[in-house]
C-alpha cells in the first residue's frame, strides 16, 4: 500500500480542486461537496493494493484527514497516479510513502453531523474492534468483534473525534490502525450554509418561511457562544412542516368504478372487476378479457377528481404488465380523452408514486390498457395536494 501527499503552494484562479486517478472512471474520486483549496490545501491519494481501492482525502493542517472520494481501482501493483486541479496551480510540497503489508487502513467521512468510519481487511483479519476518543487519549469501545467495515457516527456537532481500529488476526493477536483517524465537527457557518440549501418545494410556505427567519436571527446573534447557536440551527429543523402533510386522498367509491369487461375467465360483474384496483386490498387485482381494456372511475356528484399524485401497487408475479398503463380524462362525459400519466419503471411487488409534472382535474379518469396487461393493477389512489397558505 502506498501514500502519495501534496500540500499545494501558490494558486492562481483556483477555487476547486479534486483528486483523482487518470483513467476512464476518475469521475467517480470527485469529491460530494467540493472542498475549498484555501481551506484544504493539504491533498492525499491513499492506495490499498490488497483491496483495490484507492482514497482521496483532503486536510486544513496536513494532520486531520476527510476522505472526499473513494475509487475501486483492480489495476497492477504498479500504477502512475497524479493530482489536477481546475485551475493553475503550484505543489510546495510532495512525498510518497509506502503502508506496511497488511495495515489497517482506516478512513472518516462527514455527512452533516454524522462520521462515517470506513476500514479495509487485511488478509488474516477475521474481525474487528472500533474504539472512539474524543481527546485522543481516552477510548470507548463501539464496536466488539464486528466482521462489518463501516459504521455510521452520528451526533458529531461539536469538536472533534478519533477513531482507531484493531483487527483481530487468524493466528491469534491483533493489529491496530498505526494512527488515528480525526474528524472535526462543521464551523458555524458551514452548519448555516447547509441550512440554507434546504429546498423550499419540500415544505409548507409558512414553515418555511419561519425556518429562514430562526436562520436569519442566530447568523446575526454574534455575542453568543457558537456552540449553542450550532444547536439552535440543528433545533431549527423541527419548524419545518412537510409539504406531505398537505396530501389528501380522493376516496373512491364502488359505485364510481366499471371496468371495460367481467374477470377473467368471465365471472362477476363489470362493476366488481373494476373495484377489485381500489379496495384497499393487494392481494385482489383487476383481470379483463381483452388485449385491449380499461377502468373508468366517474366522479359524479364528488367530481371532479384532482390528481397531484397518483399512487399504485401492481398485481404480484405479473409486476410488468403495470408498465405501458395510460392514465387519462376526460371532462365531456368521455368523448375525448388526455392523457396525463404513462406507468414505467414498475419491476418490484411495492406500493409506486407518481408525482405529475402538473395538476390533472377531470370528473372522470380512465385506466386505459392497450398492451394486453389486462388492466392487472392491484391498487390504484389519486392523491391531490391542499393549498399552501402563506
Given amino acids: 500500500m502506498s501514500v502519495a501527499e ?14 483523482a486517478v487518470l483513467s476512464d472512471v476518475d469521475a ?124 455510521k457516527d452520528e451526533g458529531l456537532r461539536h469538536g472533534r473525534r478519533y477513531y482507531k481500529v484493531a483487527a483481530q488476526l487468524v493466528g491469534g493477536g491483533t493489529r491496530e490502525t498505526t494512527d488515528p483517524v480525526v ?13 440554507r440549501k434546504a429546498d423550499a418545494s419540500e415544505w409548507t410556505k409558512k414553515s418555511y418561511a419561519a425556518f429562514v427567519a430562526e436562520l436569519d436571527r442566530i447568523e ?32 373512491v367509491a364502488p359505485s364510481m368504478v366499471q371496468a371495460s369487461t367481467v374477470a377473467w375467465p368471465g365471472t362477476g360483474t363489470t362493476a366488481a372487476n373494476g373495484w377489485r384496483a381500489f379496495d384497499g386490498d393487494t392481494a385482489t387485482y383487476t383481470d379483463t378479457l381483452a388485449a385491449e381494456s380499461w377502468i373508468n372511475i366517474d366522479a359524479g356528484a364528488s367530481g371532479p377528481i384532482t390528481v397531484d399524485r397518483v399512487r399504485l401497487y401492481p398485481r404480484v408475479g405479473q409486476l410488468s404488465r403495470a408498465n405501458g398503463t395510460v392514465f387519462r380524462g376526460s371532462n365531456d362525459d368521455g368523448g375525448t380523452w388526455t392523457d396525463f400519466h404513462t406507468v414505467s419503471g414498475v419491476n418490484a411487488a411495492q406500493w409506486y408514486e407518481f408525482k405529475l409534472p402538473e395538476r390533472a382535474s377531470y370528473q372522470r379518469i380512465r385506466v386505459y390498457d392497450g398492451h394486453n396487461g389486462r388492466c392487472n393493477l392491484a391498487e390504484v389512489e389519486f392523491w391531490y395536494q391542499l393549498p399552501d397558505e402563506e
Fill in 220 to 251: 446575526k446573534a454574534a455575542g453568543e457562544d457558537e456552540d449553542t447557536r450550532i444547536d439552535q440551527v440543528y433545533a431549527a429543523y423541527e419548524l419545518l412542516v412537510s409539504i406531505e402533510t398537505l396530501l389528501r386522498k380522493f376516496e
Fill in 28 to 151: 467517480e474520486l470527485t469529491a460530494p461537496a467540493h472542498e475549498l483549496l484555501t481551506v484544504t490545501p493539504w491533498l492525499r491519494l491513499v492506495r490499498d493494493f490488497a483491496a483495490h481501492r484507492v482514497l482521496a482525502q483532503v486536510s486544513a493542517d496536513g494532520s486531520v484527514w476527510l476522505t472526499v472520494g473513494s475509487l475501486f481501482t483492480p489495476f497492477p501493483y504498479a500504477v502512475h497516479a497524479g493530482v489536477v486541479a481546475t485551475g493553475d496551480a503550484a505543489f510546495a510540497k510532495v512525498a510518497v510513502d509506502v503502508l506496511a503489508a497488511g495495515a489497517v487502513v482506516v478512513s472518516v467521512e462527514r455527512d452533516a453531523d454524522t462520521a462515517v468510519v470506513r476500514w479495509n481487511k487485511p488478509e488474516d483479519a477475521v474481525a474487528f474492534t472500533l474504539s472512539r476518543s474524543t481527546d485522543g487519549t481516552q477510548w470507548e469501545v463501539l464496536e466488539r468483534g464486528t466482521r462489518s467495515y463501516t459504521y
Fill in 6 to 19: 501534496a500540500r499545494a503552494g501558490p494558486v492562481t484562479g483556483v477555487d476547486e480542486v479534486y483528486g
Fill in 183 to 195: 474528524v472535526s465537527a462543521e464551523t458555524l457557518a458551514q452548519v448555516i450554509a447547509r441550512a
